[in-house]
């Protein structure tokens, strides 16, 4: 590492959609290797113990670029939709905006997800009209992707405000690769493109900034559309992972990450890029790669995507800056993907406003090789089940896994199979030391009723503590 340090490094933060904690090889995947994300780890430190704030994808986004936690806002279970309105007010303090104010060029590339001002005066949606509300009005100097996940409705690209082209023909049913949602795509749209689309504009942003930019730092959110819905691989990716098309989606989100690490190195800026790889929840994976294949997407974790079990929230996160972060290393700390802001106040060095991001801390330390300064964090479900982890205890103020289903008495789910079952008992919450029992097979809510009054407690008070809509 070197003794000179940048506080002003260029930050690349990827955020993948629906990656479990056990779906790459440098966490334990052992059906198909991802060497560009092992070698990312191999080059900077992996994280054993970091969370979303959710367990599903519009809630994290938010908190990523905002550092407050999403049930703070209207949006208290469940996610937004293709054509939401938007969930983060134009005067709420951004990641990217805060960076441009310490210079940063800033851009958004991929899945928004956030709400869009779509305009709908005359009660249908005009695509010609511009949009208000995007990433565009939030701090990005550049936006380009699409407006929600892959499988919802409008099918197009959109570039900063406008739509790039115009959503004209319905999505037939034959056009899905698993569950897909009928609505208007532009002509000739190709799920199976996107990927390497988006991966594309990345790199002409990267490429395109330092060849006019020079030395001013640049801040890429590039929240990518995989292994979500519609597992539609593009073709060199197709039938070679081996567990089916999510697990081609996997490797081709592996090369993604070689692309992007490659364009840095050959551009000589890779020593001074913080590059964050991680997800907004956890996996969800199809019936043949658990049944079938013995993948395991969410590793020895129980619970997926919408859980408030581990396996719902606890995600792989990996990050490397070579003048910082010493290579090869591996963390126990707790983070959380709120902590993205508080990070950049500590390495800009000029504090938040009062009364924003409340709840962010710095990761700088972990970074760095210190002790975590998190010592608390929240976890949500997809149906508003709270839960709070403090050192290495973790309660759960209900019964059930608070998914998909709530109670979720056994192992299918839709026709999925799920990491973990839930057998009611005569507890109404549920108590877990997540150190000693990774697995959450064994529920000491009875047991240890002063460690859930404490826990309870400490809840109630970071609920209480900040600005939380009706």
């Known amino acids: 590492m070197s003794e000179r340090v940048s506080h002003r490094p260029n930050i690349v933060y990827v955020l993948a959609d629906d990656l479990g904690f056990g779906d790459l090889s440098c966490y334990g995947a052992d059906k198909f290797e991802t060497p560009n994300t092992d070698q990312l780890a191999r080059e900077g430190i992996r994280f054993e113990d970091a969370h979303a704030p959710s367990a599903v994808c519009t809630p994290t986004r938010y908190s990523v670029l905002t550092g407050r936690y999403s049930w703070r806002t209207r949006l208290k279970e469940g996610v937004l939709w293709g054509y939401s309105e938007p969930l983060i007010e134009e005067d709420r303090l951004t990641v990217p905006a805060y960076l441009k104010q310490h210079g940063y060029a800033t851009a958004c590339i991929g899945k928004w997800h956030l709400g869009l001002g779509w305009d709908k005066s005359d009660g249908t949606v005009n695509y010609a009209s511009p949009i208000k509300g995007g990433p565009d009005k939030l701090g990005f100097d550049y936006y380009y992707g699409i407006s929600a996940s892959l499988d919802m409705p409008p099918y197009c690209f959109i570039e900063n405000d406008r739509t790039v082209g115009i959503p004209s023909v319905e999505k037939a049913p034959k056009d899905f690769s698993q569950r897909g949602r009928s609505g208007l795509m532009v002509p000739g749209w190709k799920d199976e493109v996107v990927n390497q689309t988006l991966t594309e504009k990345a790199i002409h942003f990267i490429e395109s900034h330092v060849e006019n930019k020079k030395d001013d730092p640049f801040f890429l959110y590039f929240p990518v559309t995989g292994p979500h819905t519609p597992w539609a691989p593009a073709a060199p990716f197709k039938d070679k992972s081996g567990i089916g098309p999510r697990g081609d989606l996997i490797l081709e989100l592996d090369w993604t990450i070689g692309q992007l690490t490659e364009t840095l190195k050959r551009l000589g800026i890779w020593e001074n890029t913080l590059f964050i790889f991680t997800s907004d929840n956890g996996p969800h994976p199809s019936p043949d790669e658990i049944t079938i294949h013995g993948h395991q997407p969410a590793g020895d974790l129980r619970g997926?995507?919408?859980?408030?079990?581990?396996?719902?929230?606890?995600?792989?996160?990996?990050?490397?800056?070579?003048?910082?972060?010493?290579?090869?290393?591996?963390?126990?700390?707790?983070?959380?993907?709120?902590?993205?802001?508080?990070?950049?106040?500590?390495?800009?060095?000029?504090?938040?406003?009062?009364?924003?991001?409340?709840?962010?801390?710095?990761?700088?330390?972990?970074?760095?090789?210190?002790?975590?300064?998190?010592?608390?964090?929240?976890?949500?479900?997809?149906?508003?089940?709270?839960?709070?982890?403090?050192?290495?205890?973790?309660?759960?103020?209900?019964?059930?896994?608070?998914?998909?289903?709530?109670?979720?008495?056994?192992?299918?789910?839709?026709?999925?199979?799920?990491?973990?079952?839930?057998?009611?008992?005569?507890?109404?919450?549920?108590?877990?030391?997540?150190?000693?029992?990774?697995?959450?097979?064994?529920?000491?809510?009875?047991?240890?009723?002063?460690?859930?009054?404490?826990?309870?407690?400490?809840?109630?008070?970071?609920?209480?503590?900040?600005d939380n809509a009706e």
């Open 304 to 466: 997926q995507k919408a859980d408030i079990w581990e396996g719902g929230h606890r995600v792989p996160f990996i990050a490397a800056w070579p003048e910082v972060i010493k290579a090869g290393t591996v963390t126990t700390e707790l983070i959380c993907l709120t902590d993205l802001l508080g990070t950049c106040e500590e390495m800009m060095g000029d504090p938040l406003p009062e009364h924003t991001a409340e709840d962010t801390i710095s990761m700088l330390p972990v970074l760095k090789g210190d002790a975590s300064n998190r010592k608390l964090a929240v976890h949500h479900s997809i149906t508003g089940m709270f839960s709070v982890r403090s050192g290495d205890w973790k309660l759960i103020l209900g019964r059930g896994s608070g998914g998909f289903q709530k109670h979720q008495l056994d192992t299918t789910l839709i026709g999925i199979p799920t990491q973990g079952e839930y057998i009611p008992d005569h507890s109404p919450g549920q108590l877990y030391n997540v150190r000693n029992d990774i697995e959450e097979k064994h529920n000491l809510y009875i047991q240890h009723p002063d460690i859930v009054q404490s826990l309870t407690r400490e809840l109630i008070d970071i609920i209480n503590s900040g």
